[in-house]
């Protein structure tokens, strides 16, 4: 990575590897290799020449199908057959192994039984080979004995210098130079045309179910993945190459939970930097949909609202229906992606205004009203028309479709309107009015086909085909036309967004393995990074602590101070609002005494003094490892109700000031830090301060701790910071 | 309704009226008729005879256009197309008026400027007319002289014994008789087939959509109806009519805002005594939308959250799109509707299930595991599957489809599942499987055609259609699939429980128009009818606060007690915690004096005194007086946070005591009510009781309280009660 000349988009943590003083912290992608993505996956996704070992004459069979595709499908390259029991299978001359050929292939596809799997790919290697499709089934997916195997063609794989996809997957395929690297059955069916949609699929069979359904539709796939148990390749680096080629517009993701984190950020963070949408299909959002997950993939799953984070963070769109997928990825491939979110409704008849107002608002448009001049203007073109917005223009307008292109023109001239949404009802379907109705909508447009116009009619899919080919998105159902404007929108905002620069990250603190903290130690860490803690005192005698209790200037909280203590309550070692020397006295003995009693093998520190606690909001900062994506902050409401509610919110560690402040904004409590109901505002600057310092503690500290929990911290008046009130440190490893 | 007959379900509210010792408490819906629905719909929705009156022979003019479909579409009753300009219009005898047909119509269309309709109204009374549907527009939506038109036209139709539907309304049509009196162009491009399902739409143009979209997937409607500006004829009594009719099996409606909350309510209790399925989409969700749906219609809209309230309490599903709403309409024609909402998901291939099991936990059903008994029977059936649910057959099934007979018995009879959600991948678009898997499916199901059975496929339409044909569900969408099964399972367990009782109203204690209330008197009034509160005494002078403190046994709260006075507070017109008699007598004397100096106007009747609150946890508990619904109990969780996350429920008054149980239950933070995290539990019995007792006071109060706040009403531990802190009553009228 560090001579990577094509990284477009450098992962934030890499921002440091530059800067003088800090240490280089590496892109945490397993890499046999120095280039992301590999260039060699320009051999394997468009082969110039491709083996198809274990290639079967018997049409029932699995492993006769992607030769019987190649052939079928015309690919544009050279096939070899390999099968050592015959000399020509489907018409064409084979090969009795990967060494007796006249090349080195691109790529070999591998459909033989997984115990013949490890030593192909050595063969393989021997001869130059460079990738390889592994179909083959009974690998980690299998258990503990197939888990091994697994691991051994990994390490095969990669002394030898090829690249894996698989095994256990279904292939892959790339429509125009007709590369059918696959056993999919749905393409027996019907197949996708080309264009400029990807599909990276986890899942095989439902990777398939989706080509079926594109191909339905005729929308056009120029690559189509599966991963299968991505013992090498997986969707991430799939997805920075995709992110590269000019032939891909829209990149359509099918997640089960992806393995390898930092390259799926640094896959999204390519595609953002190009410009390409990406839209998600994650599934394990519910309980049993998590558990029937781990039943079904040997991956692992991290949080799925840490995956809402990672989304959030690089833009992508998350669509919970196969539907809506394909809907917005063609949606991409035609439509402007605005930037701004004021949407023009205009129906020929008032009804449905409403529904796509509900829907505008679910899908986060504003549906301003009309400028009064702009609405004035439409008044006298219009005089039956409710000219607010939604504009129902009547069916006034099909007596002279002039009035309708004049009615776009002001809508998008002085509306100052970024898309317009138009309801036709059922007209175009009139063959009296198809053509005009559509010539009115151009002529209103001319010069504005650089804004959004998604339309919404009843009609035939002829009808509606005609519309789209001159380019017009094309909707049957209001909501739907309404959640693909709102979609393109929030594409259109990430893309002309400015991509927050990652803070330099300081030395780890913490290694790997490290022993349990106690409080004390945890409050001193992270103190130093940066969290502010009620000034606390270590008293080894009582003469120290009522120095310390002088000094704190008000009544004390004491508690006794030791590792080796997890539940200080229990067993009386605390006392609160403690004031006046003689019961600051009285307490440390009775603490001391607790302890000796109590926890007769605990090692005792001291007593902690520190003042009571001042007023302030109670919210929570934590952070977890989360298995895929490392460091995550959490941030949230505090008290006992927001268990009930939860009001938190994710950040994938480390991030900037103005992160932060976004973050807080994020949660539905916001109000309540913000001054509600006349109280003081609190201090959200310094709340954004220590989340920003927390993560950066996270990420600089990944490989020693598990997680953090800050709980409470205190939000004080503004002016006045934070204060932590509790810390606590679980190490990792 | 005293003498109805027809009431399958009567309105809780009557329940009363056979009760003796309680006041008759009529229905409130609007009635010149003495049944619901009145009989005469039957002549108005299946005609035997038509007048079109200003039926045009200009094909252009939209008053051509119903004549036009009832002679295209063969009608089967007798037509009267009324012009007084011509002898014949369209190719049939034409009539001058009303009062020259040789027979008095069923119906009359009226095709005719406003301005004419109440004076053909007049004549239609004369001859003998039953029904018009008008569908002249420039009535109530068109401002002051319109609404004046309206009124007029609805006296005219009173006295004359008409029934109306419109005005301002595209008409309706009864597929099976071919009565199309409608100008809906929609009925041009495609028309329904005959069909179980009757649709109810108040947006003409929108109703003119759904009928386009039902007839492109060909789903059968026998009925539609638009409603217009409902001067007359409602939603409500349509439903009641079609609730019914045998040939009606599915109700769908469109709803921009009911007019009438108790005849809608009425017709959905009907729909569900028949057992008949609702499923309404009601638009107007959303602060824009509601803007735009009182901009477009002279209707009050209510509010949407009480519209949630209603449909839940009769069983209504409610869909956020058009194809949501046709796809279940669909289905409720041929599905089973489930009692029990076990669901068994099986798959051909492992990946889908994750999406299904995320789809059944936002729908409602429970992928609940496999027994482990039925789980060996599967494993030694299908050595390699996934046993657990989902259930992933693998592609094994696919070489003996006995197995998948065999499969689908053993997880319906010996996994005890309710249901089955079976994906198929595109394995029946495959030739050779179309049929076999079909055929394994039927065998796997003989004897168990009672039990659901969804089926998700990716294959051409004539090959989803033969599987439709044998009775099944059958979805491309993996989600659509789920959320179908989840909506028959509401269906089912609607159609199976009980209806619950509405209790007794007591006579109503405040009329309409009352004076505002001071705090003290609704406390009162609200205490009589089993509302708790503190104890308070209305103390004269200052030896009377003394012993009303020395019987409260503690520290005390005063307050002025005045109806001038609202916020007490800010006058010094407050005192907590007074201890002691020399405390009490001060507080007395200043609070009395800050009135004299502070507020000098007011009628001061004397000082509260009252124990302080108890520990308790706060809720609150009011009433509104909803614009469509009449009174509304809300209950919610209280605090400053939850008016950031509002975490209320709503039902409409009265209830009982098991509907206030289960009220109390659906609010989020029920769990902190239940003795959360180790805490006592609180008295969610006493609160049922208040809340059941302020849902009847409200209801036998609805003429004169517009709304009740407790606020906050403090719920004590178990057994000790529920006791309101501050009441509020603001009268009505």
Known sequence: MRNG???????????????????????????????????????????SSVAVVGASDDASRISARPLRYLIERGYQGRIYPINPRREVVQGMKAYPSLSALPEAPDVAILAIPASLVADTLREGAAVGLKGAIIMSSGFAE??????????????????????????????????????????????????????????????????????????????????????????????????????GRDDVKVIALYLEGVRKGPAFREGLARARAAGKPVIAMKVGRSAAGTRAAQSHTASLAGSDDVYDAVFREY???????????????????????????????????????VQMCDAAEVYGLDVAPMPEEAGRKLKKLLPFAAVG???????????????????????????????????????????????????????????KRDKLVVLCMGATKEIR??????????????????QIA????????????????????????????????????????????????????????????VAAAEAAGGPVAMKVASADIQHKTEIGGVALNVAGADAVRDAFDRLSRNVRDKAPGARLDGILVAPMAPKGIEVIVGTVSDAVFGPVVMFGLGGVLVELMPDVTFQTAPFDLSTAREMIRRIRSWPLLDGYRGAAPADTEALARLLRDVSIFAAANAEGVESIDLNPVLVLEKGRGVVALDAVIEPRG
């Not at 197939?146 to 002394?159: F, Y």
């Open 5 to 47: 000349a094509r990284a477009a988009a450098p992962l934030r943590a890499e921002v440091q590897n530059d800067a003088p003083g800090h240490p280089v912290r590496p892109l945490n992608i397993e890499a046999n290799h120095m280039t992301f993505p590999d260039p060699a996956l320009d051999k394997i996704f468009r082969p």
């Open 142 to 243: 299998a258990g503990d004995e197939g888990a091994a195997m697994q691991e051994e063609i990994q390490a095969v794989a990669r002394e030898g210098g090829i690249r894996l996809i698989g095994p256990n997957c279904v292939g892959l395929f790339a429509t125009e130079i007709g590369f059918y690297g696959t056993f999919t059955q749905s393409i027996d069916r019907d197949v996708p045309p080309p264009g400029g949609v990807a599909v990276v699929s986890q899942s095989g069979a439902y990777g398939g179910y989706i080509a079926y359904l594109a191909s339905q539709r005729g929308l056009g796939i120029n690559y189509w993945i599966t991963t299968g148990n991505e013992a090498d390749l997986e969707v991430g680096e799939c997805i920075a190459w995709l992110a």
């Open 315 to 353: 833009g992508v769109y998350r669509t919970r229906t196969t539907d809506q997928q394909l809907d917005l990825a063609e949606a991409c491939l035609n439509g402007v992606m605005p930037k701004g979110n004021r949407v023009g409704i205009i129906t020929l008849s008032g009804g449905v205004g």
């Open 389 to 447: 917005n939604p504009i129902d223009t009547t069916a006034q307008v099909m007596n002279d479709m002039s009035l309708l292109s004049e009615n776009i023109r002001i809508v998008l001239d002085e509306g100052g309107y970024d898309m317009i949404v138009f309801f036709l009802t059922t007209t175009p379907a009139a063959e009296a009015y198809t053509i005009p109705v559509r010539d009115a909508i151009l002529n209103g447009l001319e010069g």
């Open 465 to 482: 085909q005609s519309y789209k080919d001159m380019g017009f998105l094309v909707y049957q159902d209001a909501d739907r036309a309404v």
């Open 486 to 545: 709102g979609a393109l929108t929030d594409f259109g905002r990430v893309f002309a967004g400015e991509v927050p620069v990652a803070p330099f990250l300081p030395s780890p603190t913490l290694a790997k393995g490290g022993d349990p903290m106690s409080e004390y130690a945890a409050k001193r860490v992270l103190g130093a990074a940066g969290v502010p803690f009620l000034t606390e005192v270590l008293a080894q005698d009582a003469a120290a602590a």
